[in-house]
């Protein structure tokens, strides 16, 4: 068994989040839950000072880059939100942030989600691997026609597709979460591995 | 079975976890095509060739992906590549840290073979300015050594002088989601990039791989003990696999049962309203 205060530390927080499903909401986990997010917040907050120090403030001090007055000032600006009779100044570095980040997510959004997808659908028919991914493709897309209701001429045959479409649309949301749980269950096998190996010493695993 | 208490099957599962990863069972496990993919085009890599790795993950993800960085870590190691490891998120440094101890181990030296440069601010925004001038982003190293100090670093000015961009990634919950590395490492640098995501990010991503846009792609702890087998070093994720049987086995068997039950309680009423 570990004779490290940080194991022991470690182990109680553990101990104290599973006591939730184990037992019931209670004080101690409720206070190891927000130890949790203050850590996280606090690591986060020292983490972004540190690389406004070092990509912003360092060069402009010390190197004398002063055109990073203006990415810092803009910085500063979104904290105007708290000063009601400027906080208007705040939208300007909003609206900087959002439309840089659509210009570069358009920049490759339109090849990287849509033709490059599209067009990796169009395979030869020569394997049961490419039909099921055409034939998923077609169905699945016919599930989101909404320009026209399946009735009249779309009725009969055709009204075949976006029930098909649904059905492969299941199958895909039942690998997600096939998937999901068992992120799910590695997570709790983490911290298993914690208690019986760190702490307890039951376990050799490196 | 309807009656049981949820407790019981928690601390069930929790007991039925605990057993492989004191004692392993060494399960049978088949590789997979992408794992030998991403296998085969780090296998490629040349002695000298620099590749960037980036702990795009926090600590709920470090037990799928920690595996999948030590496995890499090693592999690319063996290869003689030079690492550059970067971190979209605040906590992914710290992890970075744990990892590189592997090459510690390995024997390669900080600052010659690897450097940590630790946190880049901005996500996809982030990635596109350092893709097109490195040095505008990371100034100095996670241990505040300026970059043009740092051996490992001469000529890395751009994306381009990577010859693989590999992101571990944890999904939406990060900065630099494994689309933001697609859209500004693939589509718009065109550097071979391979991802490395958590199981729940599998089947968003996998479109990638099928459409050729990523070079390989690793799905959870699954992905990671495929990689060990691989790399014929079983290690801390194919005991994990047996863990993550060991409880799927259980799981299967109370689904079962609470079926079986459900069919019997069924009938039984139906047989009690036909008297």
Known sequence: MSTSPDVWLAAFL?????????????????????AFIGIGAGHAIVTGIQSIQTTGWNPLVKNGEYALIIPMILGLMLFTKYIRPISHLSRLTMSIVVATGAGLGLRGAVQAQLLNQVSATFLPLNSVNNLIIVLGFVVGTSYFLFTKRYTGALEGPLGILPKLGRWFLM????????????????????RALFLVRDWLGLSSLV | MKSI????????????????????????????KPTHDFFAVVDKIRPGDTVM?????????????????????????????????V??????????????????????????????????????SGIAAWADDFKSVFRADWRKTPVDQIPVMKGIEKAQDFALVISMNTGPGGYGVPDAWVRQIHVAEKVPLALAVTAIMGPQT???????QIQ???????????????????????????AQSAAHAVILILIALGNISYLLDRKAKNKGASV
């Open chain 2, 206 to 212: 996998q479109p990638y791989l099928q459409s050729g």
């Open chain 1, 171 to 190: 199958i895909a949301f039942g690998a997600s979460f096939g998937n999901a749980s068992m992120g799910f269950l590695s997570m709790l096998i983490g």
């Open chain 2, 5 to 32: 208490n949820p407790k019981i099957i928690y601390v069930l599962i929790l007991l039925v976890i605990a057993i492989p990863l004191i004692r392993p069972f060494g399960l049978p496990m088949m590789v997979m």
């Open chain 2, 216 to 242: 390989g792609l690793l799905i959870g702890l699954r992905s990671a003990a495929e990689y060990e087998k691989c790399l014929e070093k079983p290690g801390i994720a194919t005991a994990q696999m047996d």
């Open chain 1, 14 to 34: 553990t101990l104290a989040m599973f006591s939730l499903a184990i037992y019931k909401e209670n004080a101690v986990y409720r206070a190891a839950e927000h």
């Open chain 2, 53 to 85: 790795m980036s702990w795009d993950y926090a600590a709920g993800s470090d037990v799928e992906l920690g595996p999948v960085a030590n496995s890499l870590l090693t592999h690319l190691s063996e290869k003689g590549a030079k690492i550059i490891a």
């Open chain 2, 87 to 124: 971190s979209s998120i605040p906590d992914g440094p710290m992890f970075a840290e744990a990892s590189l101890k592997v090459l510690e181990g390995l024997g390669k030296v900080y600052g010659e073979d690897y450097v940590n440069l630790g946190f880049f601010a901005g996500g996809e």
